[in-house]
């Protein structure tokens, strides 16, 4: 049974920094690409960041440019996002994903189940 499980977030003041982890269990995890999405209320869930298990990645927003990394640690079947001189807006519910296969593509690509339970993230200024 796949499980992916999301730890990390909470409140951070404008600038700070904030590490997110998601680990998954029950696949071969270099079979698959990884992402992280969010949603901030109101709007619609957008991706952020996708890496391959080979380290290639995707930004699919230009808001966390410069600001946001993505890694991963396949001995550790984790994925992270190392949140740095956040903003407000970067308040929402973080979501971990796991891909159909080792390409970053868009949420339809994702495994239906196999998102994270999420967490929130708020940013104060």
């Known amino acids: 049974q796949v499980k992916v499980m999301q730890s990390g977030g909470g409140q951070v003041q404008a600038g700070g920094s904030l590490r997110l982890s998601c680990t998954t269990f029950?696949?071969?995890?270099?079979?698959?690409?990884m992402g992280w999405f969010r949603q901030a209320p109101g709007k619609e869930r957008e991706g952020v960041l996708c890496?391959?298990?080979?380290?290639?990645?995707?930004e699919y927003t230009d808001s966390v440019k410069g600001r946001f990394t993505i890694s991963r640690d396949n001995a550790k079947n984790t994925l992270y996002l190392q949140m740095n001189n956040t903003e407000p807006g970067d308040t929402a519910m973080y979501y971990c994903?796991?891909?159909?296969?080792?390409?970053?593509?868009?949420?339809?690509?994702?495994?239906?189940?196999?998102w994270g339970q999420g967490t929130q993230v708020t940013g104060f200024s």
């Open positions: 890496i391959t298990s080979q380290g290639r990645i995707t």
């Open positions: 029950g696949v071969t995890y270099i079979d698959y690409a």
């Open positions: 994903a796991m891909f159909l296969d080792d390409y970053c593509r868009g949420a339809e690509a994702v495994r239906a189940p196999d």
